[in-house]
C-alpha cells in the first residue's frame, strides 16, 4: 500500500512540474557546432572556451526570457560530412542558434544546409552565427538572410593588414602571395593582387599550395627568393605558417611576412626569434585601450583559466552581438522566435574594449576594428611564454576597415 | 642551374628523412608482417621525450636518449599488446597498432598540450653551411640527411654481414625452423619491434627540432611514410631507400615548375581548347606537388603491387 501510494504522489508531482514548466517560457538553446575532437580541435576548443564564457555573462545579466540560456556542444570532427549531421542533430533538439568558427569550409556546409532547413521549415526557422569561417562566398555569392558573420573576412583582413603595413613602411615594392588553395587561401590571393594598384607594390608571384599536407616548405621558399619578394603576404594557419615561416628564416631569406592568423598558441613559442618584425592584421590586442581590455583579459582569464588570444576575443565579441540582439526581442511562448532575432541581430551593436562593432544589414558582414600588430620583444604581454608578443603598430577603426558589399550577394529577406 | 641543384638538394634531403622513419617500418613489416600504424606515433614520442630532456641533458644527450626511451616503449608494446594478439591474426594487429595511436596522440595533448611547443634547432647547430646564389643552406638539413645516411648503412651492415643479421632475416622467411636451431624467436621479434621503434624515435628527435613538434606531427608524417613503404615493396630497405629519395626529388622539383597539362597541348595545337576546358588542364604542377606522391603510389600499385623492390604481394 505504501508503496502504491508513494508512486501516485510522485506520478501527480510529476504532473504539476510538467505543467508548470509547460507554462514557462522554453529555454534558448544555443548549439556549438565545432571541432572538439582530433587533429584540428584545438582550435574548436578555444572556440568553445569563449562561447562559453560569454554565455556565462548573458546568463549572469538573466538569460533570455528569465531562464538561463543552455548551450549544446556538438562536435563535428572537422569536416563538412560531420557538420552536416550534427547541424541535424543539434536543430532536432531544439537549438535555436546555430554557432561555428574554424574552416571555412565547414562553414560553407553548415550555411547551406541552415539556409535549406529555413526554406523546407517556414516559422521554424534557425540561426547560423559564424564566427570565424572568413572565406569571401559566405557573405557572398552563398550569403542569405539567416547567416551572420561575426569576424571579419578576407578582404578585411588583406587591406587593413596591407595599409598598416604600408603605412609603416615595411610592405616593400615586391610582394609574394603564398596560399593555401582552398576558398580562403584563394581569397587572400586575390584580395592581394587587387590591392597592388591601389598601394603601389607589384605582386611578383602568386602561389597556392595544399592545406596543411607539406612538410617541408624549402622549394616554396627558394621561389620566393627567386621572385625577388620584400614581403609575402599569407592567409597560411597552423602549420603551414610555421614550417614556411622556419624554412624562409633557415634559408637567410630578408623577407617580412604579413599574416592573417600568427597569433594561434603555439606559433610564437614554437618559431622563436623567427617570428620577430612579422605583421599580423587581427580583431584584438591586448595593449589597445589598456584599462578596460586589461579587465577584460584578467576577467577572462579568472573565468576559463588562460588569457584570451586567437580566435577567443573576436569570438566574445559575437557573442556579445548576439547578447545585444536577445535584449531586443520579447520572449514567445516556445521560446524564442528566430525570426524577431534576425531582425534584431541585423541592427546589433556591442560596445567591445576594442571599440564598437556592428553588424551590417545588407550582407551580415560584422563591422570591427582591426589592429595591425608586430611581433616584438617590446610587447607588454607576451605569447607561450616567450619574451615576444605582439605590438600594436595601427588601430584601424571599423569604418576605416569596412569593405564593400559584394555585388555577388543578393539576399533574399522573408516578406 | 642553382635552382635546379636547390630543388635536388632539397629533395634528397627531406627524402632521407622519409627513410628514417619508413625504415623501421618496413623491417618491423619484413619480419613480422606487421603494418604497424602507431609507427608514425613513435616518430611523434621521439620528438617530445627529445624536448623533455633537451633542458636537463643538452641537445646531443637529448637525441641519443630519446631513441632509447621510445626503444623501451616499443619493446613494451611488443611484449605486453601485440604478442598477444598475434594469435588472432593481421586484422587485430592492425586494430590494436591503430587504436595505440590514437591513444598516444591522446596523451601528448593531455601532457604537452594542445599546440606546438617550443622545441628548436640548438643555436650551435643553427648557421648556414654554404651559400649558393643568394640562399642560405641551412647546416642542419644537411645534418638530417647525413644521420639517415649514417643509418641505412648501420642497417644494411647489421643485416647482412653479422649473424645477427642471418637470424633476423631467416626468422623473416622459416620463424620455426629457426626457433627450431635454437634460436629464442619471439626475442628476436621483440628486439626488431624496439630497433624500428628507436629508428623513428631518432627521426622524431632530430627532425621534431626543425619541423615543428606538435601533436598532429605523426599524423602529418604517418600517411607520407605509408606512401614510402608501399612504393618501395614492403619489407624492403632498399625499396624505402628508392621509394623516399623518389618521393622527395619529384616533389621538390615539382614545386618549382609552373608546368600545366594545357601548355604541352599547345604543341599539338589544342592550347585553346585546353584554357577553355581549364580545370585540371590548367592547374600548376606546383599547386599538384603534395599530391603527386599519391599519384605515383596509384601508378605503382597498378603496374607493380609488390613496390619497387618488394617480394611480397
Redesign the interface.
Known amino acids: 500500500m505504501g508503496f502504491q501510494k508513494f508512486a501516485r504522489g510522485t506520478v501527480a508531482m510529476a504532473l504539476v512540474m510538467g505543467a508548470a514548466a509547460a507554462a514557462q517560457a522554453e529555454p534558448l538553446k544555443i548549439a556549438l557546432v565545432e571541432t572538439l575532437s582530433g587533429?584540428q580541435?584545438?582550435t574548436g576548443?578555444l572556440y568553445r572556451d569563449a562561447v562559453k564564457y560569454q554565455i556565462g555573462k548573458i546568463n549572469e545579466a538573466g538569460g533570455f526570457g528569465g531562464e538561463p540560456v543552455e548551450l549544446l556542444e556538438f562536435d563535428n570532427q572537422g569536416g563538412p560530412v560531420g557538420a552536416a549531421d550534427r547541424v541535424r542533430a543539434a536543430i532536432s533538439e531544439g537549438a535555436d542558434v546555430i554557432l561555428q568558427g574554424s574552416s571555412s569550409a565547414v562553414a560553407g556546409q553548415v550555411t547551406e544546409d541552415v539556409r535549406k532547413h529555413n526554406l523546407r521549415n517556414a516559422g521554424d526557422e534557425v540561426l547560423y552565427i559564424n564566427l570565424g569561417g572568413e572565406a569571401m562566398e559566405l557573405t557572398g555569392s552563398k550569403c542569405h538572410y539567416y547567416h551572420f558573420r561575426t569576424s571579419p573576412n578576407a578582404a578585411i583582413r588583406v587591406n587593413t593588414l596591407l595599409d598598416g603595413m604600408n603605412e609603416a613602411g615595411v610592405l616593400g615594392d615586391n610582394v609574394y602571395a603564398m596560399n593555401q588553395?582552398y576558398s580562403w587561401g584563394v581569397d587572400v590571393q586575390d584580395n592581394t593582387v587587387a590591392a597592388s594598384d591601389r598601394l603601389g607594390f607589384t605582386v611578383v608571384e602568386q602561389?597556392?599550395?595544399?592545406v596543411?599536407?607539406?612538410?617541408?616548405f624549402?622549394?616554396?621558399?627558394?621561389?620566393v627568393?627567386?621572385a625577388g619578394a620584400d614581403t609575402v603576404i599569407t592567409g597560411n594557419w597552423s602549420?603551414d605558417l610555421?614550417?614556411l615561416m622556419?624554412a624562409a628564416s633557415?634559408?637567410?631569406?630578408d623577407v617580412r611576412f604579413g599574416t592573417a592568423f600568427l597569433d594561434?598558441?603555439?606559433?610564437i613559442?614554437?618559431a622563436?626569434s623567427v617570428a620577430e618584425g612579422h605583421f599580423l592584421s587581427a580583431p584584438f590586442n591586448p595593449e589597445v585601450n589598456p584599462e578596460e581590455t586589461a579587465a577584460f583579459m584578467e576577467d577572462y582569464k579568472s573565468v576559463t583559466g588562460h588569457y584570451p588570444s586567437y580566435v577567443e576575443p573576436t569570438t566574445v565579441f559575437g557573442m556579445m552581438l548576439l547578447q545585444a540582439a536577445l535584449e531586443e526581442v520579447e520572449p514567445t511562448e516556445d521560446g524564442l522566435n528566430a525570426a524577431d532575432l534576425a531582425v534584431a541581430l541585423e541592427n546589433a551593436t556591442a560596445e567591445t574594449p576594442m571599440g564598437t562593432i556592428a553588424m551590417r544589414g545588407a550582407d551580415h558582414q560584422a563591422i570591427l576594428p582591426m589592429i595591425v600588430q608586430e611581433v616584438s620583444k617590446d610587447a607588454q604581454y607576451k605569447a607561450?611564454d616567450?619574451e615576444l608578443g605582439f605590438v600594436p603598430i595601427k588601430v584601424i577603426s571599423a569604418a576605416d576597415a569596412e569593405q564593400p558589399v559584394q555585388d555577388s550577394c543578393e539576399m533574399k529577406r522573408p516578406g | 642551374m642553382d635552382?635546379i641543384l636547390?630543388?635536388l638538394l632539397?629533395?634528397t634531403?627531406?627524402g632521407l628523412?622519409l627513410f628514417m622513419v619508413s625504415a623501421g617500418l618496413t623491417l618491423i613489416f619484413g619480419m613480422m608482417g606487421v603494418l604497424n600504424f602507431a609507427h608514425a606515433s613513435f616518430y611523434m614520442l621521439g620528438a617530445y621525450f627529445a624536448y623533455t630532456l633537451q633542458p636537463l641533458t643538452g641537445f646531443w644527450l637529448a637525441i641519443i636518449l630519446a631513441p632509447v626511451l621510445v626503444m623501451g616503449v616499443g619493446i613494451l608494446v611488443e611484449r605486453f599488446i601485440l604478442r598477444h594478439v598475434h594469435e588472432h591474426g593481421h586484422a587485430h594487429e592492425l586494430l590494436v597498432t591503430f587504436g595505440l595511436s590514437v591513444v598516444i596522440a591522446e596523451m601528448i595533448k593531455m601532457v604537452y598540450?594542445?599546440?606546438?611547443?617550443?622545441?628548436?634547432v640548438p643555436a650551435e647547430l643553427n648557421f648556414?653551411a654554404f651559400?649558393l646564389s643568394?640562399?642560405?643552406?641551412?647546416f642542419?638539413?644537411l645534418f638530417m640527411g647525413g644521420i639517415a645516411v649514417v643509418m641505412f648503412i648501420a642497417i644494411y651492415l647489421l643485416l647482412t654481414k653479422t649473424r645477427v643479421g642471418i637470424v633476423v632475416r631467416s626468422a623473416i622467411y622459416r620463424p620455426q625452423m629457426v626457433e627450431a636451431l635454437g634460436h629464442n624467436v619471439p626475442m628476436v621479434f621483440m628486439g626488431v619491434f624496439g630497433i624500428g621503434a628507436a629508428l623513428a624515435g631518432l627521426a622524431g628527435a632530430v627532425a621534431g627540432a626543425?619541423?615543428?613538434?606538435?601533436?598532429?606531427m605523426a599524423?602529418?608524417?604517418g600517411v607520407?611514410v605509408f606512401v614510402v613503404v608501399v612504393v618501395g615493396g614492403l619489407g624492403s630497405m632498399g625499396g624505402a631507400m628508392a621509394a623516399s629519395l623518389l618521393i622527395?626529388i619529384t616533389?621538390?622539383?615539382a614545386?618549382?615548375s609552373d608546368f600545366r597539362i594545357a601548355d604541352l597541348l599547345t604543341w599539338i595545337g589544342m592550347g585553346g581548347w585546353a584554357e577553355e576546358i581549364g580545370g585540371m588542364l590548367t592547374m600548376r604542377m606546383?599547386?599538384l606537388?603534395?599530391?603527386l606522391p599519391f599519384f605515383i603510389m596509384l601508378l605503382v600499385l597498378v603496374l607493380r603491387p609488390s613496390g619497387l623492390m618488394g617480394e611480397k604481394e
Open positions: 587533429p580541435a584545438s576548443l588553395n602561389t597556392l599550395h595544399d596543411n599536407k607539406i612538410q617541408d624549402s622549394p616554396y621558399v627558394q621561389r627568393q627567386a602549420n610555421l614550417l622556419k633557415g634559408a637567410g631569406l594561434q598558441p603555439g606559433n613559442g614554437n622563436g607561450d616567450t | 635552382q636547390f630543388a632539397n629533395g634531403i627531406y628523412l598540450g594542445k599546440f606546438a611547443v617550443d622545441y628548436r648556414a651559400t643568394g640562399i642560405d643552406y641551412p642542419y638539413r626543425f619541423y615543428t613538434t606538435n601533436p598532429n599524423l602529418e608524417l607520407m622527395g616533389n621538390s622539383l614545386v618549382g606546383s599547386s606537388a603534395a599530391t
